[in-house]
């Protein structure tokens, strides 16, 4: 059995004998929108691309309203829904530490997104916002508050964010869970989510 | 539980449905014949073309994809020069790797061969009292035969891609890096769910097949001891690795049971985080033509409560940093744009490889694992160089396939076939006088001969391909005579 110690010898004798700088690598958003709602305007046509739904609360909406608006229209029964923000009022709670195996009959978990990309049409959760980490894949449904002034240009501008910091687990959702394995027919809700919906909604992670 | 949507049912007759085509792969020391295969393949003509279609596409929406991004060739760059700079550190950026993961509280492990990954992660599993094991796709774990070693041992392997999990139920390799199971169709998935999770065998509907799938797997999951899975990226800067999927059945693996273990070959290893935004930008697109993939997902530590373990995976990759003109290919990230792009690829189908890498990308890695098994791969190309023309880490793969081809005939590792007719074509290629003979007489030939003569036994592609017709205006040196060579140099070269 060769360990550590072994590999790591026969890497130093074996690496090509130069040693190649790393480059330098560019932002390249400079022709990106330097206001929120172009930004905005980029993120959702990815998104929606991507399978995802981007809803907007109307002028006398509330945030609990736009949600309700979403089940009806999706026809989504939310039963058993998860809210892991202040803003809406759901009939689970979750903690810290909680087992993944009892969130798996959850029909809707509502969660914060730290940011978004507008690249790629996607948003950043890290445990922080998850509680328990399994909720973003186990529930049927996900429905995320985003503030839309916090969508980043692109990929590049997303990893320089210090939201990773300290953070054990970070993820991006870029729309539902999708699979085209069979004959190439893209079918939303593979293994975890059947739908993605995002509601503009001022306020932190 | 919220209503699935509806169910369009858009089920085949089952009359006219192809049975599935089964190539030969090679038993234990024998030498794979990918000509056989690939014919064994195209003899399910319906299945030969959905495969050519499918992957095309892919090809097709990596392009339109790469259209839209303006720095698209200077990111093809710099994942090649990252990538070069890690490689040319890997000892460093391995222990920093290896250091900042420690330091995070993972278990880090490191296996010298396919053995010592079996066994180790054995071991952890037998710490843990573990029976039954959630796990995503990872071509490392296939490269290791680690299902089948799991199997040995009584340890129950759940696969959660979705193509995986159909070429698992059908005992089946799969075929495709990306697209496990892009040779089936869905008739044969149909048929394999039927007897293995009990759907309708007379409905293959893609949806209802997917969505049988899901109900079944999910009480797996749940039941699950721990999950598995692979690393697409390694961060030496965090001690993090980073793992992509579209149906989120890694993140259900590595978060639903409390233990999870990542098994990551040592070339997967970027030095820092900002690097990552080449990567993930330049991943999903070349695969499939999507900005990225459902899930990119970053794990650094055990969620509370919970216990990580990464092994680190060498298995030839060290050996393979010292080969100078193979070197490089350790740069690959497994997009699977090489196999989309090639000819030969998708007429033959990933199944004829017999190996755990298919297409360009498998003529290049298998043969440094087995060179007498796979010997035949290399000689699977028509050396036109598209793979790497769309590989968005810049491997010279076409260059490495003829460079292959050198060291397998220096090896003496050519089948006598293929030796017999490189000889005489070397012959011919080495004389521009014979060479022009000869051109202009298959010229004729083409012209003239049957079909049995052209389609002869020895010439593989002949087989399943035809001739273009000879042009009206002879071989490409007549016209060149014609037009554009002064007639005092239209003899010179042929002394």
């Not at chain 1, 929606?48 to 736009?66: H, S």
Request: charged share 25%.
């Amino acid at each position: 059995m060769r360990g550590k110690n072994d590999i790591l010898a026969d890497i130093r004798r074996n690496k090509p004998g130069f040693a190649a700088p790393a480059p330098h690598v560019p932002y390249y958003d400079d022709d990106y929108p330097r206001d929120t709602d172009g930004l905005v305007e980029r993120f959702v046509t990815t998104l929606e691309k991507m399978g995802g739904v981007w809803c907007a609360p109307t002028a006398d909406e509330t945030l609990e309203d736009t949600m309700r608006r979403v089940f009806a229209q999706r026809e989504i029964e939310a039963t058993a829904l998860v809210s892991n923000v202040p803003e809406i009022t759901g009939n689970r709670r979750l903690r810290a530490g909680d087992a993944a195996r009892p969130l798996h009959d959850v029909d809707v978990a509502v969660l914060r997104a730290r940011f978004g990309v507008a690249e790629t049409g996607s948003v950043c959760f890290t445990e922080r916002e998850l509680i328990v980490n399994a909720i973003g894949y186990l529930a049927q449904h996900l429905i995320v508050l985003l503030d839309p002034r916090t969508i980043v240009t692109n990929l590049h501008r997303a990893y320089q964010r210090d939201d990773y910091q300290n953070a054990r687990y970070t993820v991006f959702h870029t729309g539902p869970s999708a699979t085209a394995d069979i004959e190439g027919v893209l079918v939303r809700g593979a293994q975890g989510v059947r739908s993605l919906t995002i509601i503009p909604a001022h306020g932190s992670a | 539980m919220s209503a699935p949507d509806p169910i369009k049912s858009r089920n085949s007759p089952k009359a006219a449905r192809e049975a599935a085509p089964r190539p030969d792969k090679a038993g234990p020391g024998e030498r794979q014949n990918h000509r056989k295969a690939a014919r064994q393949f195209l003899d399910s003509p319906e299945h030969a073309k959905s495969h050519d279609t499918r992957v095309w596409a892919m090809r097709q929406r990596r392009d339109t994809a790469a259209e839209t991004i303006d720095e698209w060739e200077a990111l093809r760059d710099l994942a090649s020069q990252i990538k070069t700079h890690a490689l040319t550190h890997l000892d460093d950026y391995l222990e920093q790797f290896a250091d900042n993961a420690a330091a995070n509280g993972v278990h880090v492990h490191w296996a010298g061969d396919a053995a010592d990954h079996n066994r180790i992660v054995h071991e952890i599993f037998k710490d843990h009292g573990v029976k039954k094991v959630i796990k995503s796709k990872s071509m490392l774990m296939e490269e290791c035969g680690f299902r089948h070693y799991m199997e040995g041992v009584g340890i129950d392997i759940v696969e959660t891609d979705l193509g995986e999990r159909i070429q698992q139920l059908d005992a089946e390799d799969p075929s495709h890096v990306v697209v496990p199971s892009v040779h089936k169709m869905r008739s044969d998935v149909a048929e394999v769910f039927s007897k293995t999770i009990g759907s309708d065998p007379d409905n293959d509907d893609a949806y209802y097949l997917t969505e049988q799938q899901r109900q079944h797997t999910r009480p797996l999951i749940l039941d699950a001891d721990a999950g598995m899975t692979g690393a697409n990226f390694a961060v030496a800067e965090t001690g993090g690795f980073v793992v992509c999927t579209n149906e989120g059945n890694a993140d259900l693996s590595a978060n639903v049971p409390d233990l999870h273990v990542a098994s990551i070959g040592i070339e997967k290893i970027v030095p820092k985080r900002s690097d990552m935004g080449v990567f993930i930008r330049l991943l999903s697109r070349s695969a499939l033509g999507s900005p990225i993939t459902q899930y990119t997902s970053h794990f650094r530590s055990p969620k509370p409560g919970g216990e990580m373990h990464i092994v680190l995976v060498d298995n030839g990759r060290s050996k393979r940093l010292g080969q100078e003109r193979f070197w490089s290919s350790l740069k690959c990230i497994r997009c699977g744009a090489c196999m989309n792009t090639c000819p030969v690829f998708r007429r033959s189908g990933g199944l004829s490889y017999g190996a755990t890498y298919t297409g360009p990308l498998g003529l290049i890695l298998d043969p440094s694992i087995d060179a007498y098994r796979y010997s035949n791969l290399p000689f699977a190309s028509t050396l036109n160089g598209s793979c790497t023309n769309v590989c968005p880490v810049k491997i010279n793969i076409h260059e490495q396939i003829f460079e292959w081809r050198k060291v397998l005939a220096e090896d003496d590792q050519i089948p006598w076939t293929k030796r017999k007719t490189l000889a005489a074509a070397g012959e011919v290629l080495a004389n521009p006088k014979s060479y022009r003979t000869a051109v202009k007489s298959a010229h004729s030939a083409l012209k003239y001969l049957p079909g049995w003569a052209i389609y002869n036994k020895l010439n593989a592609w002949g087989q399943v391909r035809d001739f273009p017709d000879v042009p009206a205006e002879g071989t490409f040196h007549d016209w060149y005579k014609k037009n554009r060579m002064p007639a005092d140099a239209a003899t010179q070269g042929d002394h």
